[in-house]
């Protein structure tokens, strides 16, 4: 106990020197302290590999694709010594973590699902763990600031002049942030072409922006889309499941109909409910993008308005809001699907409303 | 004005003036499942539970709004 807080501390003690640390080291270096804005974009940026269709791939696929591959390890390792019964420290301290985060989203899906929590827990779980980790996976240090330099995409971008830095063996650049030159549209448009081949030409540009190899997948609305598509539509999968065909009765209310009366209302609302569950989408995309999104930014800004220890606070609150962005989700979809699988009007709701 | 200082300022406000709903709402939430957790200590787990389903409700009226603000900074118009 007392050795795991001196190492928290200790942690803690150089996660504040960062700042200090790493802008001597740049002044060191005969570069100056300023550092280069970064380019707050939100459509992702492609970065040079090849993809299929002679795309390329963009800088928040790439970050899925490694996130996927951690989760995949994780789970493999926890399996291995689960099977072995060696889950007890300290032979196997993360698949510990792991396996009890997982209990207790188990506990918490058989608590709300009821029967079926047992089969909704795998598609809950998958999405908590995957957005779990691709959000803290972007709090790492050199996720969205290591990256390509090349000519910016988008106008009134600050770009500003590369420089290189020889420190023994090892030869980098780096942005100068002494003088910024903002983009106008023309550039963009217009010349692009030529100056990449400017570029291309001297091997550098000349007003540049770094484009990130890892940017965090939730700052990218196709990842956060595709995860409420998939959500949404196994919402009606399991609906279809648990009542077969009187599923659809919550949407197109034709049994009320023939009830007349208040039965007319109830149709009315059946047609609404279509309406919420498509904005059920939007707002499962949105939420998490504009949290994990709105994060980037602020972290962006609280580095240039004071570099020193301040952005370490910032950072705890981006690993607190990662934490309940992506248990929301996941509570979210668990809460959906229950609901969905709960007959709606039928049983429960349709005695009363034929005494109105 | 000049559209990129109007797409600017109709962003901000979006976002500001839609805000201030869902804080409201958000804000009676929290203080209606803080008293009922306060009078029943033991209902606190479902009040968790709803509380935070009624939160995210609340809130997607504000991530409406920063949808808005979004598209009128980001995507060409």
Same mark, same amino acid.
């Given at each position: ?142 996720? /969205? ?14 770009? +500003? ?11 980098? +650049? ?22 990449? /081949? ?48 009187? +599923? ?109 | ?77």
């Amino acid at each position: 106990m007392r050795k795991a807080i001196t190492v928290l501390a200790v942690l803690g003690l150089l996660v504040f020197m960062c700042g200090p640390l790493t802008s001597f080291l740049f002044v060191g270096l005969g570069v100056s302290p300023y550092g280069a804005f970064p380019v707050v974009a939100l459509p992702a940026e492609p970065l040079p590999i090849p993809w299929f269709g002679g795309e390329q791939m963009s800088n928040t696929f790439l970050t899925t694709l490694i996130v996927d591959v951690l989760l995949l390890l994780l789970f493999g390792i926890t399996m291995r010594y689960a099977r072995r019964g060696a889950l007890l420290p300290p032979k196997g301290r993360l698949a510990n973590i792991t396996e009890a985060l997982s209990e207790v989203f188990y506990n918490f899906a058989n608590s709300i699902g009821g029967k079926r929590g047992k089969s909704i827990f795998p598609l809950a779980a998958t999405i908590f763990f995957l957005v779990l980790t691709a959000n803290w996976f972007k709090l790492l240090p050199g996720a /969205e600031s290591i990256g390509v330099i090349e000519p910016p995409h988008l106008a009134s971008v600050k770009a +500003y002049a590369p420089r290189l830095i020889e420190w023994g063996p090892l030869s980098f +650049y780096t942005l100068d942030g002494t003088q910024p030159r903002e983009t106008t549209i023309a550039e963009v448009h217009g010349e692009a072409g030529a100056e990449a /081949e400017h570029a291309e030409s001297e091997g550098l540009c000349e007003a540049c922006v770094i484009t990130p190899f890892v940017r965090g997948p939730a700052t990218d609305l196709n990842f956060t889309l595709g995860l409420a598509l998939v959500t949404m539509v196994m919402v009606q999968v399991w609906g279809v499941r648990a009542q077969g065909a009187r +599923y659809f009765y919550k949407f197109i209310n034709i049994p009320a109909l023939r009830q007349g009366g208040m039965g007319y209302m109830m149709f009315l609302v059946g047609l609404l409910e279509i309406i919420s569950e498509l904005s059920r989408i939007i707002s499962f995309a949105f939420r998490l993008l504009g949290n994990i999104f709105a994060g980037t930014v602020l972290i962006f800004v609280m580095s240039f308005l004071v570099p020193f220890i301040l952005p370490a606070g910032f950072y705890g609150i981006e690993i607190a809001v990662g934490l309940i962005q992506a248990a929301v989700f996941a509570l979210l979809a668990l809460v959906f699907i229950s609901m969905a699988t709960h007959g709606h009007g039928d049983e429960s709701h349709g005695s009363p409303a034929t005494e109105h | 004005m000049d559209l990129l200082a109007a797409r600017a300022l109709g962003a901000g406000l979006a976002i500001g003036l839609g805000a201030i709903g869902p804080g409201i709402g958000i804000g009676l939430l929290m203080l209606g499942a803080l008293q009922a957790m306060g009078r029943n200590p033991d209902a606190s787990g479902t009040i968790t539970t709803n509380m935070i389903l009624g939160v995210a409700f609340t809130e997607a009226i504000a991530i409406y709004a920063l949808v808005i603000a979004l598209i009128l900074i980001f995507v060409g118009i």
